[in-house]
């Protein structure tokens, strides 16, 4: 029987009726909110205030006896404070069976009405308040440690203990975005409280200390009355109460931390805390509230009429929102701190690593920022470093789907504890996979080699190329970036014409980047495409007259380190005619930009109405997770089977098929293109808006979440603001946000975050670039 069934369904009549025989007179009876019970308010012939409370059908005797005894252990220990305390009927019951007229029989009992203000009724609270809230909770949890009963060991939905098994009912919260966000918090249980539910103390709690069972006196409302509702008592652990009570407090509150550690405070002066209580109660008051909004959506579904339960569902997402937001570390030294404890950040300090690093970590790789970071987790959109510090990643486009997604985790959890191999066994993800990825490109894109980054992928696309034409020479865009091999190197203008490059090599051929603000034709020259194009054409005649031809045209789709560079329309069209007229192939670059983050389309390349011979997919493919790909057609696959084996030891193997997979169904169900496409014209609008307040910036370009703005010192001359460029990102670093440059100058300012991003981050994003762009003004 579940909950929802077993609720009593008593008529106005019919409780007139009990409460006429409980006292032998007739009684002024009106309802009261309630969950899962009915509670109606009961004035007898005298005057006397009570609630009739009828429980539902699953609640034993034994779980009703228990609430009457705990409630009569605190009014013995603490007759300072109200508790709802027992009546006997005039047959001298507490506790009594009722009927209603379908024949459904239910526990029945008579309390004492309390009088006094909630504290959900008060419009604001003060320190004094909260920390008298704490010192109260700490007083109940301290005089029940010797209480203990057989009707509180019980399984019930509201143990915080069991909010894992709320996972059941996450279909019933009908936003993805918040069903994601309440995943996210349940995986963080998981991850961090769940293993270490054994070494926390355990107790009899009152375990619902919530703003609407807590009583203020009506005089002085800093002062906590007493405690009502005792029908979710339960034997586990029992820092649990204190959270409970800090996540009610925490509502409405411009800083919940200082509202959380006020009740901390009050707590342990009472009743003190254990060090790795106070370490995991931000998690803690994180399930809660998870457990607050799965119930309030499965109740509104099956039980619509009970507007009780989604009380506080409004705040509990606003505070689940801002607990995203709050890195964790910082809420555990405010705890800590707030009671005494040491804080530490984790692991070695970032002078130490940077020494470490330096004397075992090649030097050619370089780190971001003049200070750099130090990361210890990510969550969705943000990052979190080890100082407590809260960073919104605007510029990390693996994370393709938000970082630590809980789909994708659990998936590759999963399938890592079940099996990892390789492709010369058979298993049913590496061909699950394959028919879903082909299913998203046009024909006669249908064959797929699994690899392990951007990089493989294109250096076997050029492999591919090379052995299907027979030839070998290569046309690039330059600034173009396409990898690390030394065959992705010759193809990336970017590393060969830069530092430590060997420049040109005599079989690979440049055009310019077909750059619309800054190149050679512009926006107002209607034929810029068919101009930026006709240098390839030029190219190929070049290699004729040397009795030569070419392999294969490599771009990516849209261009990253170029700039974020965006093509006119037909560039890409009249390019690809050119290639094939001398059977030449044409190679999409996706690594970058596929998989909906343009917005208008799954792909970049369709943005440009074209069919590549080859694309090369990485970084969001797996959400980063080390999985890539080369999708082409089956005649230049079967090309490739030439007697020379392909083998890949980890590519396309079981667990990151399964992580592609979990991808893939994240970008469906959850509606993630279009919401790069809406969310991301958004941003392209508010940052024009900054274009005509801020001479610096010179264009805003891009599509959906790939977006570019590029800073310049003239208009007239284009001038490169490249200082100002990364003093901006420096500055919105300082701030809380992630950025980095791109661009031949690095004077532009790339923004790709993951495409779970909302409005209101592009109003944070954009809001803060004015400041920035203002104080550099």
Known sequence: ???????????????????????????????????????????????????????????????????????????????????????????NDTIFTVKNSNGDEHLARMVRFISGNFLSELKETTDEMLFNLGLFLGKVDRNLMDFDHCGLHRGLDWDLKNVLDSRRS??????????????????????????????????????????????????????????????????????????IGCTYSMFHKSDPLQAATQVIQGYHQEFPLEKLELELLYFLIAGRLCQSVIIAAESRVLEPENKYIGVSEKDAWKLLDYLLSCNPERAKRRFLRSCGYQWQAQGMSKNEILKRREKLIGKSLSISYKEPLKIIGGALHYLYDESGKTYLDAVNNVPHVGHSHPHIVK???RQMAILNTNTRYLYDYLIEYAERLTAKFPDPLSVCFFVNSGSEANDLALRLAKNFTGQKDMICIDAAYH????????ISPYKFDGPGGA???????KVEVPDVFRGRYRRDDPNAAKKYARQVYEKIEELKKSGKSIAAFISESLMGVAGQIVFPDGYLRHVYRYVRDVGGLCIADEVQIGFGRVGTHFWGFETQNVVPDIVTLG??????????????????????????????????????????????????????????????????????????????????????????????????????????????????????????????????IKIKPPIIFTKKHVDFLAGNLEKVMGEMA
């Not at 009549?13 to 009261?32: D, H, S």
């Not at 918040?178 to 349940?186: G, I, N």
């Not at 970084?619 to 082409?632: C, D, E």
């Open 1 to 91: 029987m579940n909950l929802i069934e077993a609720r009593p369904r008593f008529s106005f009549g019919e409780v007139e009726k009990v409460a006429e025989e409980f006292f032998g007179t007739k009684c002024q009876v009106k309802p009261l909110p309630g969950y899962i019970d009915q509670n109606f308010y009961v004035e007898n012939d005298r005057a006397e205030k009570f609630v009739l409370k009828i429980s539902h059908r699953a609640d034993s005797r034994a779980a009703v006896e228990a609430q009457i005894a705990m409630v009569s252990t605190l009014t013995e220990k603490m007759p300072e404070y109200c508790f709802p305390t027992i009546v006997a009927s005039k047959q």
């Open 170 to 243: 996450l279909a019933y919260i009908p936003e993805p975005g918040k069903r994601r966000l309440v995943e996210y918090f349940l995986l963080q249980f998981e991850t961090h409280v769940f293993p270490e539910l054994s070494r926390l103390r355990r107790s009899a709690i009152h375990n619902d200390a919530n703003d609407f069972n807590v009583l203020v006196d009506e005089v002085q409302p800093e002062k906590i009355k007493g405690l009502i509702d005792f029908g979710d008592v339960v034997f586990s652990n029992t820092i649990f109460e204190l959270a």
């Open 411 to 413: 998936t590759a959890q």
């Open 483 to 490: 990898g690390t091999t030394a065959a992705d190197i010759e």
């Open 503 to 509: 420049g040109l090599a005599a079989h690979i051929h």
């Open 619 to 748: 970084k969001p493919i797996g959400n980063g997770h080390p999985l890539a790909a080369v999708v082409t057609t089956p005649e230049i696959a079967d090309a490739f089977a030439n007697g020379m084996e392909y083998f890949n030891t980890y590519g396309g193997n079981p667990v990151s098929c399964a992580v592609g997979l979990a991808v893939l169904d994240v970008i469906e169900q959850e509606g993630l293109q279009e919401n790069a496409r809406v969310v991301g014209e958004y941003l392209k609008n508010r940052l024009q808006e900054l274009k005509q307040k801020f001479p610096l910036i010179g264009d805003v370009r891009g599509l959906g979440l790939f977006l570019g703005v590029e800073l310049v010192r003239s208009r007239e001359t284009l001038e490169p603001a490249v200082e100002e460029a990364t003093e901006t990102v420096e500055r919105m670093k300082n701030r809380g946000i992630l950025l980095s440059t791109d661009g031949p100058f690095y004077n532009v």
